[in-house]
């Protein structure tokens, strides 16, 4: 009889042992999965980010360029007359619709 207390003693702690085992192994893959998807998400976030990066670097040159071109009286006075219509004396401004 103290042979089968023991035996059924050594039974319920293996099967303690292995289920607490299961469940931190589940666990563990839980938690695992779980940042595994976060880090992924934050890469593709990345990813997009730098392109809007590379886009407003791109934006940013061409701004940069026509506020150079603002600088020169010239071409404010051409751009105005082009956007504006605005004429010199003596000139006409003739409207060709786009198609």
């Known amino acids: 009889m103290a042979k089968s207390k023991a035996k059924t ?9 292995g ?20 880090i992924y998400e934050k890469y593709q976030e990345k990813d997009q980010l730098e392109k809007e990066l590379v886009s407003l670097k791109n934006k940013e040159k ?3 360029v026509d506020a150079n071109k603002l600088q020169d009286p010239d071409y404010i006075a051409r751009y105005a007359r ?10 006409f401004i003739l409207k060709i619709p786009e198609e």
């Not at 003693?9 to 042992?17: N, Q, S, Y």
């Not at 893959?29 to 940042?35: A, L, P, R, W």
């Open 9 to 17: 003693k050594r039974r319920r702690r293996m099967l303690f042992l």
């Open 19 to 38: 289920l607490t085992s299961i469940v931190v192994i589940v666990a563990t893959t839980f938690t695992i999965g779980k940042y595994w998807i976060e």
């Open 62 to 64: 061409e701004l940069k």
């Open 82 to 91: 082009e956007k504006y219509l605005y004429s010199k004396d003596g000139e």
